[in-house]
């Protein structure tokens, strides 16, 4: 069926697809879903991605800034440049995917803890400036620059930018996202994956890296991959049957071939057949990462659009419990209590 | 303008005007006992509200041609036909529901919590309502309505839901659906008032065999606050296309934060000692 006038909607256009005579059989209001479509698309995948390599390699740099006893200066130098450079695309990204991208600056005319959101448009302000900063004095090598306090500065910015994303798509209602405690974790363990994946690139490229660098960002770099296969599983375990979309819907195949196998087995492959891995495994494994991230994360926003369509989904996302009761009949409590149950913690 | 002119016009840029002064909290109690399906409720919201059509199309499979609420509908008549299909299966004698469904207006709404802007707001009457010249069409409060109420409108970018006539309540006017509803399936008033009201008329049926009334949303459950907009059901709420019990998003957030913050220290420590202790 194509409408005669302009469709104003998305929401118009997923449904029109679904009202068939057919559908007077199906359970629940004819087979319509109770939920609206994300409508975060690949400007929004792209973002966590790029957000996670620059926060992750910017914690990465300050940490081997402090404790490597100045050893790692090649390292930190490539760090720096990593980080700003995964930075710069950010806030495009997010602007292109706004309906009115003029009224971007909005975000910022408030300061809102409830609304990740708002802390994390925030987060990329606070932590856009020693990002630049110290890339800038490191190019421009000032000796007397103090770019371990501006580091640390930084750090509860970047711990956000880092933290957040999975948090984000959790407060809301789509199941997929938010019957789950662990998607931050996810998103936060593989933004780090990302960062080491894409350091022990830079250090097999640098040729002014020692042998010791190569070693400690590699060793790095498999334990962000074991912490993300943990995350993993906790998330697909913790989120049962709503993890579908991901496990056995449209994005099955990226979900288990890109994040799994490319993003985690293959790498753990590398390190387990060859104790120190020369430059071109290190390269090819620090690759595998990255695209396993982005397959990761691709996969888990586009998810978001399936759970929502999904009507099945959408009644197990709102069923009732001992602790949430509902609305149903017989269940009239007579409480005449309007505000809801105190947040917990 | 002098130049102390052009100062002061400036500032008054970053000051913020004093809010409305609180009015009585008004709602919707919407009675599907009495609903008989006109959809004179959407018409009348189309028509005062200014909203375009949604490219009309016959579903095939019910008198409901609308849907759902989108950024231009704002009401939506559900029709819900319980006829056996094959000669069985319900306890109850065939029978029509018809809800008139719209934003519910939520004490605690969890598209208010999520709006990074502050586009969303509460307004002096106590209803959810999104502020045009504010929202930026970022979509976080589509994803964050657990009734799928919000939209985005794809000419203007924006997020649009029912506002309850903010602006014929301004003037002491009753919002245009409750205004056309020939049944007063939809009663508009001081929610108070309504929630005494829906009370009795669940009590007046119950007393007349129909057991199987209820109200939805008439009180907080669990996690989830009460609706200001909130109706009576004959049925389970899927029945309807509504969640049987919404869950309040920011309710998990902080042990969310918790969580991911512990895998990112963590692996920052790690990190740490990894660049501490060298390859040694």
Redesign the interface.
């Known amino acids: 069926m194509t409408p005669a006038t302009p469709v104003f909607n998305q929401a118009t256009k997923d449904v029109v697809k679904r009202v068939t005579p057919e559908a007077v059989r199906e359970e629940g209001y004819y087979g319509l879903p109770m939920l609206k479509r994300p409508l975060w698309g690949w400007e929004i995948a792209l973002y966590f991605f790029s957000e996670g390599i620059s926060s992750g390699a910017y914690i990465l740099a300050t940490m081997a800034d402090l404790c490597g006893s100045g050893r790692y200066a090649s390292l930190i130098r490539d760090a720096r440049y990593i980080s700003l450079a995964a930075l710069l695309p950010c806030p495009p990204l997010l602007i292109a995917d706004l309906g009115r991208p003029e009224r971007f600056h909005h975000m910022l005319r408030i300061f809102k803890p409830h609304s990740p959101m708002n802390m994390g448009a925030w987060a990329l302000m606070g932590l856009s400036a020693p990002v630049t900063l110290l890339a800038l004095t490191e190019f421009a090598s000032l000796r007397w620059f103090p770019r371990r306090v501006v580091g640390l500065a930084g750090m509860p910015f970047a711990f956000f930018m880092l933290a957040y994303p999975g948090v984000l798509l959790a407060t809301t209602s789509i199941p997929v996202w938010a019957r789950t405690r662990f998607l931050g974790t996810l998103l936060g363990t593989s933004s780090m994956a990302t960062a080491a994946g894409a350091l022990a690139i830079a250090a097999a490229l640098d040729p002014k890296s020692d042998e010791e660098t190569r070693e400690v960002i590699h060793r790095i770099e498999n334990i962000t991959n074991i912490a993300e296969a943990a995350a993993l599983s906790a998330y697909v375990y913790s989120a049962g049957p709503a993890a579908r979309p991901l496990t056995k819907g449209r994005y099955a195949t990226m979900f288990r071939l890109g994040a799994l196998v490319v993003g985690i087995g293959l790498p753990a492959l590398v390190t387990v057949t060859r104790r120190k891995p020369g430059r071109g495994a290190t390269i090819a494994s620090g690759l595998l990462s990255l695209a396993g991230a982005l397959a990761l994360k691709w996969s888990v926003v586009h998810a978001g659009h399936d759970s929502a369509l999904d009507p099945e989904m959408n009644r197990y996302g709102a069923r009732a419990d001992s602790d949430n009761p509902g609305w149903r009949p017989g269940t009239s409590v007579r409480t005449g209590v309007m505000r809801a149950r105190q947040l917990p913690g | 303008m002098s130049t102390d002119a052009f100062t002061m016009e400036m500032l008054d840029v970053w000051k913020r005007p004093e809010p409305p002064a609180q009015q009585v909290e008004t709602g919707f109690f919407t009675d599907t006992t009495l609903c008989i399906g006109c959809k004179a409720c959407e018409v009348a919201c189309k028509q005062w509200n200014q909203l375009?059509?949604?490219?009309?199309?016959?579903?095939?499979?019910?008198y409901?041609n609308t849907?759902?609420?989108?950024?231009?509908?704002w009401r939506h008549v559900?029709f819900?036909e319980q006829f056996p299909?094959d000669g069985g299966g319900n306890s109850h004698a065939p029978r029509w529901l018809m809800m008139s469904d719209v934003c519910k207006h939520c004490?605690?709404a969890?598209c208010q919590?999520?709006?990074?802007?502050?586009?969303l707001i509460y307004n002096e009457f106590g209803n959810v309502y999104v502020q045009q010249d504010?929202?930026?069409?970022?979509?976080?409060c589509?994803?964050?309505?657990?009734?799928?109420?919000?939209?985005?409108?794809?000419?203007?970018?924006?997020?649009h839901k029912c506002t309850l006539c903010y602006d014929r309540q301004k003037d002491g006017m009753t919002p245009a659906c409750a205004k056309s509803c020939p049944t007063e399936s939809i009663q508009f008033g001081p929610i108070e008032v309504l929630r005494e009201r829906a009370?009795k008329r669940?009590e007046e049926l119950h007393g007349r065999g129909e057991t199987?009334a209820?109200?939805?949303?008439a009180?907080?459950?669990?996690?989830?606050?009460?609706l200001n907009a909130f109706f009576l059901?004959?049925?389970?709420?899927?029945?309807?296309?509504?969640?049987?019990?919404?869950?309040?998003?920011?309710?998990?957030?902080?042990?969310?934060?918790l969580?991911?913050?512990?895998?990112?220290?963590?692996?920052?420590v790690?990190?740490?000692?990894?660049?501490?202790?060298?390859?040694k």
Not at chain 2, 259 to 268: E, H, I, K, Q, R
Request: glycine share 10%; proline share 7%; charged share 20%.
């Open positions: 375009p059509g949604d490219g009309f199309h016959w579903t095939g499979n019910s409901d849907v759902s609420l989108s950024a231009t509908t559900a819900v299909l004490v605690q969890p919590e999520a709006c990074p802007t502050g586009s504010i929202c930026n069409g970022c979509a976080y589509v994803v964050a309505c657990p009734f799928g109420v919000l939209d985005r409108n794809r000419e203007d970018g924006k997020a009370r669940v199987d209820y109200l939805y949303g009180e907080a459950s669990g996690e989830y606050s009460a059901l004959k049925d389970r709420p899927d029945v309807y296309n509504l969640p049987e019990a919404p869950r309040r998003p920011v309710a998990r957030m902080r042990s969310n934060y969580s991911s913050f512990a895998a990112a220290v963590g692996l920052a790690i990190s740490a000692f990894c660049f501490a202790k060298g390859d």
